[in-house]
């Protein structure tokens, strides 16, 4: 067995098991960004404060969420969530508000709840598909951010990894 059967078998395990879904959210503006950071930013497609996104927990982006952590705040979505964030945020690329008459008509999705399942399990990638926006535009949180945004959610901040707390933060911004 030499070097290259060994890493297709390495390729392999992580095909097969599960993924999680991260969602990343922007809370720091566009001012006084390192060209890097603003890069790495844009190719999350967080353009803008409040802005959220979709992405699955691979080693690329495992290294693009630790490059912006001081920006961003993310954590593990969940199916409700996500299903709720799709409802009420998505656009379609063409213009308008996605629905399930929408998604009957134009797609092989049945229904939104369908859809949310299809991301979750990891079938569909938000990013790959071509009718919807890869990027959610949501509200600053109700009742405002409980603490600082500008130090990280372990040292009592906002900012960086917050594992499944970030489903009420993104209740709050829906």
Excluded: Q
Excluded at 34 to 52: E, G, N, Q, S, V
Excluded at 59 to 86: A, C
Excluded at 146 to 160: A, P, V, Y
């Amino acid at each position: 067995m030499d070097a290259l059967d060994v890493g297709c078998a390495h390729l392999e395990v992580m095909i097969l098991e599960e993924v999680p879904l991260m969602a990343v959210i922007r809370i720091r503006g566009r001012v006084d960004i390192k060209p890097d950071i603003r890069y790495t930013l844009d190719m999350l497609h967080i353009k803008r404060k409040f802005w959220a996104t979709i992405v699955p927990l691979t080693p690329s982006y495992r290294g693009m969420l630790y490059k912006v952590k001081d920006y961003t705040t993310y954590g593990e979505i969940d199916r409700e969530t996500l299903e709720n964030l799709l409802r009420n945020r998505a656009e379609l690329s063409k213009g308008g508000k996605l629905s399930d008459e929408w998604l009957k008509d134009n797609t092989e999705f049945s229904s939104i709840n369908e859809l949310a399942n299809a991301i979750i399990s990891g079938k569909e990638n938000l990013h790959k598909l071509e009718w919807i926006k890869p990027y959610f535009r949501l509200t600053p949180p109700k009742g405002g951010f409980k603490k600082s945004t500008k130090r990280s959610w372990n040292d009592g901040g906002e900012l960086g990894y917050r594992g499944t707390e970030i489903n009420r933060l993104l209740r709050r911004m829906i």
